[in-house]
């Protein structure tokens, strides 16, 4: 059985750190990438970062260099180092994983809460 675990969330307050981890485990084919998502209460699902198998990243444009994504999507394992978080990165971060089919898998999301 196919399953991404996410480790990590938390309560923090403004300007502190946090770092993601996520491992994809149950299924040994290639991975095309491994990243993260995150949805606010009552706004869409969105891009934080994603990580390909060569090592290409995108982010979403909120980053501004505040977050950055690493791991090694081979080995099925990634990372979100978040720097100077806001209380506007209050959301449930996803991970995610991409097959060479195109299809993403998910994991159940972790809280983060940035609140003083």
């Known amino acids: 059985q196919v399953q991404l675990v996410e480790s990590g969330g938390g309560l923090v307050q403004p300007g502190e750190s946090l770092r993601l981890s996520c491992t994809f485990s149950?299924?040994?084919?290639?991975?095309?990438?491994m990243g993260w998502y995150r949805q606010a209460p009552g706004k869409e699902r969105e891009l934080v970062a994603t990580l390909t198998r060569r090592g290409v990243i995108e982010s979403g444009g909120f980053v501004n260099g505040r977050f950055t994504i690493s791991g090694d999507v081979a080995e099925y394992t990634v990372h979100l180092q978040m720097n100077n978080l806001r209380p506007e990165d209050t959301a449930v971060y996803y991970c995610?994983?991409?097959?060479?089919?195109?299809?993403?898998?998910w994991g159940q999301g972790t809280q983060i809460t940035v609140s003083a």
């Open positions: 149950g299924a040994s084919f290639r991975l095309y990438l």
């Open positions: 995610t994983a991409q097959d060479y089919t195109e299809y993403y898998y």
